[in-house]
Nanobody, 125 residues
């Protein structure tokens, strides 16, 4: 079982930046890819970005392309989400998740086997 802990959330004004971190423990052979999702109040969990631990591939939701960057540091067992040019509609709890493979279905939360508790991101206009 992989344990995930997110950090780096906060409150910023529109146009600002934040970098989220997701530290993984107990990774061993049970985690191949990592994803970021977000969930706003009364909305479904939404895919943001994913990458394998190798960092050689990425996928992004259309709503964040060109603004967000996912990266991984396998030596630190940490995945990052750099968020630039933030907009009020980016306000949500951001969660990282672990999957056992690299697959197109990484855009679905059902593909993931472990989840962090989430970190709040609030963007004001």
């Amino acid at each position: 079982q992989v344990q995930l802990v997110e950090s780096g959330g906060g409150s910023v004004q529109a146009g600002g930046s934040l970098r989220l971190s997701c530290a993984a423990t107990g990774r061993a052979f049970s985690s191949y890819s990592m994803g970021w999702f977000r969930q706003a109040p009364e909305k479904e969990r939404e895919f943001v970005a994913a990458t394998p631990w190798s960092g050689d591939r990425t996928i992004y939701a259309d709503s964040v392309k060109g603004r967000f960057t996912i990266s991984s540091d396998i030596a630190k067992n940490t995945v990052y989400l750099q968020m630039n040019n933030l907009k009020p509609e980016d306000t949500a709890v951001y969660l990282c998740a672990s999957a056992i493979a690299w697959t197109p279905s990484l855009v679905s939360p059902r593909t993931y086997t472990s989840w962090g508790q989430g970190t709040q991101v609030t963007v004001s206009s």
